[in-house]
């Protein structure tokens, strides 16, 4: 667990060892963001936040929050979400995606057992950062039942961009082991009462929403390209990220519904 691991072993998690032998393409996400300043310069700034200056009673969660926030807002898209979301083929690499936004003060709190997620759902609701965040991601990965598969084709880089607007918010999800893909805030709705069905809700947008599975396991499918560009020395960087940028707001729509994305991940800092 990620409780468990001193702050120098997560470092090796985020920074990345030249002795791995086996594929792992956390580690070349890693790697693609130490060779762009901005994205490496962005990454160590919520890894000095998150594990620099953690107390042994805790840790500076607002701060360490407030930099992952940072991170997604002004990173290259295409290399934090590498980092996010970084297919795995094995327990080694999906616990080091898992340690990735550094649980232990982003993810899971010092309690001993997680708080029912009407805590985290009422905080969000009350926050001016939060709010417009969840929304974009219920709006951005919701199934669509009028469809075969019941998601949009399209609808892939918005819910994947709408996801990682979460993290370092009051419901930041991620990876709950390191055998799946299985991602969920740091909550359970055991102690929920009357707000129990609300509570299953809230938690099923992470648990049972196969439109977030889909784009997950699509950008996986697509990894050989994601990684290309970023690591072609004769790519323009900021005509890559350029393209990337193009690309994904070709997707979006004219209502109100389709710019929630892009509203969410202003840097609401």
């Known amino acids: 667990m990620a409780s468990c691991l001193a702050p120098a072993l997560l470092l090796l998690l985020l920074l990345g060892s030249p002795t791995n032998v086996a594929p792992n393409r956390c580690v070349d996400a890693a790697d693609a963001c130490t060779a762009d300043a901005r994205c490496?310069?962005?990454?160590?700034?919520?890894?000095?936040?998150?594990?620099?200056?953690?107390?042994?009673?805790?840790?500076?969660?607002a701060r360490c929050r407030r930099a992952?926030?940072?991170?997604?807002?002004?990173?290259?898209?295409?290399?934090?979400?590498?980092?996010?979301?970084?297919?795995?083929?094995?327990p080694a690499c999906a616990e080091r995606r898992r340690q990735t936004f550094v649980p232990s003060c982003a993810f899971s709190g010092p309690e001993p057992a997680p708080p029912s997620c009407l805590a985290p759902?009422?905080?969000?609701?009350?926050?001016?950062?939060?709010?417009?965040?969840?929304?974009?991601?219920?709006?951005?990965?919701?199934?669509?039942?009028?469809?075969?598969?019941?998601?949009?084709?399209?609808?892939?880089?918005?819910?994947l961009r709408a996801y990682a607007g979460l993290v370092g918010t009051a419901v930041t999800p991620n990876y709950v082991d390191n055998g799946s893909a299985r991602v969920a805030p740091w909550c359970d709705c055991g102690a929920s009462g009357n707000r129990?069905?609300?509570?299953?809700?809230?938690?099923?947008?992470?648990?049972?929403?196969?439109c977030l599975d889909r784009a997950i396991q699509d950008f996986d499918g697509g990894w050989p390209s994601v990684l290309h560009d970023q690591?072609?020395?004769?790519?323009?960087?900021?005509?890559?990220?350029?393209q990337v940028s193009s690309?994904?707001?070709?997707?979006?729509?004219?209502?109100?519904?389709s710019m929630l994305p892009v509203l969410a991940l202003q840097p609401l800092l």
């Open 40 to 61: 490496q310069r962005l990454r160590t700034a919520y890894v000095v936040q998150c594990l620099g200056r953690a107390a042994p009673g805790g840790c500076p969660r």
């Open 231 to 242: 690591l072609d020395p004769h790519q323009d960087p900021e005509h890559s990220l350029l």
């Open 68 to 90: 992952l926030r940072r991170f997604f807002a002004r990173g290259p898209p295409e290399l934090t979400h590498a980092l996010l979301f970084c297919p795995c083929g094995g």
């Open 196 to 210: 129990r069905e609300e509570c299953e809700v809230f938690r099923g947008l992470f648990t049972r929403n196969r």
């Open 121 to 159: 759902l009422d905080a969000c609701e009350h926050s001016r950062v939060c709010r417009p965040r969840l929304l974009a991601f219920q709006a951005s990965c919701a199934p669509a039942p009028s469809n075969p598969d019941g998601c949009l084709r399209d609808q892939v880089p918005s819910c």
């Open 247 to 257: 690309a994904d707001a070709s997707l979006e729509g004219s209502s109100m519904l």
